[in-house]
């Protein structure tokens, strides 16, 4: 009698890296849950994923003591395309290095106060709005630039999610 195969491990999107944080942050989203909510776009196979040690808007990485946080949005997951090119002259800082396209997603800390209201608000609609952007068809000379991001932004004074994209 033969057995019936093994199920499949759902597929994870590989982190890239992980840099340490301080004990009043958190980052919101992990790797399986990234991967269960993005499986199936064009991408998914080349995706990673770094979960960044520093908020990189924050003027200062630690809670105000009066509770208070940042005023502006700030950005807790992006998704990127970048696409490096050797330069034609070939000079020494090319030696090493990643060419070609690569797509990426980096996940930024919060408070750890907020991890959960932050995590459901991705859940309700960042992760709709990364995953719409990496389901977008993409033309010939969109991939020629050397990089595009779309920043999710969430508003800890508002408790609201926006987002916006870079060239």
């Known amino acids: 009698m033969t057995q019936p195969p093994e199920p499949q491990a759902p597929a994870l999107i590989p982190i890239r890296y992980r840099q340490p ?19 199936g776009v064009p991408q998914f196979e ?8 520093v908020p990189n808007l924050f003027a200062d990485t630690r809670p105000a003591r009066s509770g208070e946080f940042e005023r502006e949005p700030q950005p807790v ?7 490096r090119r050797p330069a034609a002259s070939g ?3 090319q030696q090493g ?6 797509w990426g997603l980096t996940v930024y800390p919060v408070p750890s106060g907020l991890k959960a209201t932050v ?6 609609t960042g992760l709709a709005i990364v995953r719409e952007w990496l ?16 920043e999710v932004l969430y508003d800890f004074e508002a408790r609201a999610m926006s987002w916006r994209e870079r060239a």
């Open 21 to 39: 944080i301080s004990r009043d942050l958190s980052h919101p989203i992990g790797a399986e849950q990234l991967s269960a909510e993005l499986l």
């Open 46 to 53: 080349a995706l990673s994923v770094s979960f960044s040690g």
């Open 77 to 83: 997951l992006s998704a990127w395309f970048t696409h």
């Open 91 to 93: 000079g020494a800082n």
């Open 97 to 102: 290095g990643e060419f070609g396209e690569r």
């Open 119 to 124: 995590r459901a608000a991705l859940g309700e």
């Open 135 to 150: 389901a977008e068809p993409r033309s010939e000379t969109w991939r020629e630039a050397l990089r595009h991001e779309i």
